[in-house]
């Protein structure tokens, strides 16, 4: 049963110009809100496992059903909207929340507390990946936690999938997006290309695709050895990727391994598929994947970066955008190129994943620990920083047993 305010007011939000329904029973100073959004927020930080959809029910659990900041309608609008931007979307929600709350100061106290949990625990798990992480002990736990990252993807790609694959033209436009990923086309021009082509496609024009020829000049290639890249190279990379990257935070990782990887040399895939194994058993949101890739590369100055970076396009979208928002929402060719960068990067998601099997599932126990982390997925809802334990546990077992039986 829904719970309503008792004393309804509406609020005229200061930041983004509108008014939104909130309970007035009690009137509080602007420095108190500050306080309360940033000790919700450090604490949905905190607790926040799970991923997205889990830091959204949080989120309503905390600021509409409990703390009563806006009706259930308002929150069901601003989640809508945090689809239409790039950028991590429970992290993008957490600062409209915070905007709405306590104004200005608000927008940045909520986003700076939400990612700041998440961030200093992967910076220990970072920490100790490079000091310990030649221990075999570490690479046993790793072996049993990659084949659970693969299934949690494929998993994800499902999920998604259902709601993104609309028809024959969202259908091509992920099809187009995975070829041409295979083929070593840039993934931003990619995104912004598939995506365009659906908008075009579902605003009923005839459905085509225009490449230019220079795109064939746009494949990689590895670059083995290369040079650790400046602290100034860092930011920026990281920056591209909080600017361009729609839907899941998963999509984050084809970017990753196309740029860093195969590109610029600069991570190697098994570092790669280590740093998202951490950003799995870690709360907060999966982009703070950033910060442990960021240490890996230059320390803690370059893990500070790499956070900063990805997530400042995000407080300036959401600073920027949100009064056209509403508006854009209710445009059908606006609607459409989201569909498009949705499926784009399922697509791209898709070819991560094939190339990233070949090193997480490297013999039969491997396979065969996926195997059962994907029947888990499918059957139960045991939440995933539990498959990731025991995927720990269970390829220490295996080595162990292996190295010692």
Do not use: C
């Not at 959809?53 to 929150?75: G, I, P, S």
């Not at 259908?171 to 295979?182: D, H, T, Y």
């Not at 949101?285 to 970076?309: E, K, N, Q, R, S």
């Amino acid at each position: 049963m829904e719970t309503r305010p008792r004393n309804v007011e509406m609020y005229s939000d200061p930041v983004f110009g509108q008014s939104f329904a909130v309970d007035g029973s009690a009137t509080v100073s602007e420095r108190s809100r500050i306080a309360e959004v940033a000790a919700v927020f450090l604490k949905l930080g905190t607790i926040g496992f799970g991923g997205p959809a889990a830091h959204v029910a949080l989120m309503e659990a905390e600021v509409v059903r409990r703390r009563r900041w806006l009706d259930r309608q308002a929150f069901l609008d601003l989640l809508g909207v945090v689809n239409l931007i790039p950028g991590p979307n429970s992290t993008e929600l957490a600062l409209y929340l915070g905007g709405i709350r306590a104004g200005w100061p608000g927008l940045f106290v909520a986003g700076a507390a939400f990612i700041l949990p998440a961030m200093l625990l992967v910076l220990a798990f970072a920490w100790v990946y490079v000091r310990f992480g030649a221990r075999p002990e570490i690479d046993w736990a790793l072996y049993g936690v990659k084949p659970v990252v693969i299934a949690l993807v494929i998993r994800v790609i499902g999920d998604l999938g259902t709601v993104a694959v609309k028809g024959p033209v969202t259908f091509a436009g992920g099809a187009l997006a995975l070829a041409l990923s295979l083929w070593g086309v840039d993934p931003v021009l990619l995104l912004f290309a598939v995506a365009t082509a659906v908008a075009f496609g579902e605003a009923g024009s005839r459905f085509r695709i225009i490449l230019p020829p220079l795109l064939g000049g746009l494949t990689v290639a590895p670059v083995p050895g290369a040079a650790a890249p400046g602290l100034t190279a860092i930011f920026l990379v990281f920056l591209k990727y909080g600017a361009v990257i729609f839907g899941s935070g998963y999509t984050l990782l084809a970017f990753l391994e196309a740029d860093l990887v195969h590109r610029f040399g600069w991570v190697t895939q098994r570092e790669l598929l280590d740093a998202i194994a951490i950003g799995q058993f870690t709360p907060g949101p999966l982009f703070t994947t950033a910060t442990f890739i960021g240490y890996l590369l230059a320390g803690v100055p370059g893990a500070l970066l790499a956070t900063a970076g990805i997530f400042l396009p995000s407080f300036v979208l959401v600073a920027a955008t949100r009064p056209i928002l509403p508006r854009l929402r209710r445009s059908r060719v606006a609607a459409a190129f989201l569909d498009g960068a949705n499926v784009a990067s399922l697509g791209l998601l898709v070819m991560v994943v094939l190339e990233l099997a070949s090193e997480a599932l490297t013999d039969a126990p491997a396979m065969a620990i996926g195997a059962a982390a994907m029947t888990a997925l499918w059957l139960t809802r045991i939440h995933p920083g539990w498959l990731v334990a025991i995927g720990a546990i269970i390829g220490v077992l295996a080595r162990a047993l292996e190295t010692f039986g």
